[in-house]
């Protein structure tokens, strides 16, 4: 079965620092993609950015971007000049290339950006 | 249009109340999803759609049912609920194959 861990429950940073969110996942797939969802506290899942396993290249979208490690499987999700509107809790999420269209959601990291 | 709509934003209802959740996208996607989430929790499968066919059922119960009238609209009507159904209910939508989900805002639903 596949399992996507957040080691961090809760993290907080300063405004206009950056911060990075870890997450580990655990397949013996070989395609995949990862995903990072944001949900503040209007409870709206918005998705942040998308990995496909078979990219080199790291995903980037504006202040956000991934450090995707195939090997080590590890997704990590670095934010930078943190924004008062980037608090909100922050799910790694899996999902298999074929598959049953599923997503293996992480536990989550709630973050809180501090002026 | 991008986005997924819920109706209603927020639902309290008794143990013996009938109600209903409604989903709507005009995305074109063929998979919908109906998705429950309690506090500081991340969200759990219910149901999945696909092509207007209901292709996973993650062991819900039945006062649970989930209906797809058309590929563009997703219900879930709710029947005898216990209060420990209180939650919130997501409905989110994908193409087909492999391709991310896109989430509505979710219906908070309470249950006396």
């Known amino acids: 079965a596949q399992t996507v861990t957040q080691s961090q429950p809760e993290m907080s940073v300063q405004e206009a620092e950056t911060v990075t969110l870890s997450c580990t996942y655990d397949t013996s797939e070989s395609n995949y993609y990862l995903f990072w969802y944001k949900q503040p506290p209007s409870r709206q899942m918005i998705l942040v950015i998308r990995q496909e396993a078979y990219k080199q290249q790291n995903a980037t979208e504006n202040r956000f971007s991934v450090n995707f490690q195939k090997a080590a499987k590890s997704f990590s999700l670095k934010i930078s000049d943190s924004q008062l509107g980037d608090t909100a809790m922050y799910f790694c999420a899996f999902m298999i290339l074929g598959g049953s269209e599923k997503l293996v959601f992480g536990k989550g990291t709630k973050l809180t950006v501090n002026p | 249009d991008t986005e997924v709509t819920q109706t209603p934003k927020h639902l309290v209802m008794g143990m013996t109340n009938k109600k209903s959740l409604k989903c709507e996208q005009h995305m074109g996607h063929r998979a919908m999803y109906w998705y429950k989430q309690k506090a500081k929790k991340p969200p759990e499968l219910m149901f999945v759609?696909?092509?207007?066919?209901?292709?996973i059922n993650e062991s819900v119960p039945s006062r649970f049912s989930p209906e797809c009238p058309n590929s563009s609209l997703l219900n879930l009507h709710l029947h005898a609920l216990q209060p420990e159904d209180s939650a919130l209910y997501l409905c989110a939508s994908s193409l087909v194959q492999y391709n991310e989900q896109f989430f509505g805002p979710g219906t908070r639903l309470t249950v006396l």
């Open positions: 759609y696909s092509y207007e066919k209901l292709s």
